[in-house]
């Protein structure tokens, strides 16, 4: 049977994740050294190259822990809302309003970073994938919900899902850099709206306000 490590070191590599994380999405990935990292959790950098190796690797463990914080926050609230359109209008919230990502776990920080890496390194390209894929999964879960509650007709579950989590991709971009013409209530009613004629229900535009202000920019 393989030794799993000890209690400790997990501790100290969740530690270097969220140091990590925090630092590429403060600085940029190109302004972030495995130095900084070590600085920051008051390790050595050797340490950090003896857990993750190279700094390519480090950017993508760093997004798929944050991710993985992100789903589990987001798990706990979609299953406070059951119905879809609470769901759909929590995700693209947690998208575009920048108030809405303050205090969601997560950020779009790391993922335009990701973007950036995955374009020139295969390896990275890869993993790329397999995050894309875990948000597309999430659509794609409260669509099929919402089709086996009733509340929307039969469609092509997992064509929406592509298409709606590329808009929200877009339009993330497009808030984070304060576009002058997409603005964040812009982007929230254009995310909605598509939902709302792409499934066929009835929405009726009202700032979203979430009841625990829970991806940040």
Aim: proline share 5%; net charge negative; glycine share 6%.
């Amino acid at each position: 049977m393989p030794r799993r490590p000890p209690v400790g070191a997990d501790v100290r590599r969740d530690q270097m994740l969220t140091a990590a994380a925090e630092l590429i999405a403060e600085r940029g990935f190109g302004d972030t050294r495995i130095a900084d990292v070590a600085e920051r959790v008051g390790a050595s950098p050797a340490l950090v190259v003896y857990y993750f190796g190279t700094k390519d690797k480090l950017l993508t463990e760093a997004l798929r822990y944050s991710e993985q914080t992100f789903y589990s926050a987001a798990e706990k609230v979609l299953a406070t809302n059951p119905g879809i359109v609470p769901r759909l209008e929590t995700l693209v919230a947690w998208t575009c309003l920048p108030e809405e990502q303050e205090h969601a776990p997560g950020t779009w920080g790391l993922w335009f970073d990701l973007w950036a890496q995955a374009f020139r390194h295969p390896e990275v390209k890869k993993d790329r994938v397999e995050l894309d894929q875990s948000w597309r999964d999430m659509i794609a879960r409260v669509v099929r919900d919402g089709v086996e509650a009733g509340e929307i007709e039969t469609l092509d579950v997992e064509e929406f899902s592509i298409a709606f989590a590329a808009l929200l991709d877009g339009l993330s971009i497009q808030t984070a850099l304060d576009d002058p013409v997409v603005s964040s209530d812009v982007a929230y009613q254009a995310a909605m709206r598509f939902a709302a004629s792409s499934l066929g229900f009835a929405w009726k535009y009202r700032r979203k306000r979430s009841r625990r202000r829970a991806k940040s920019a």
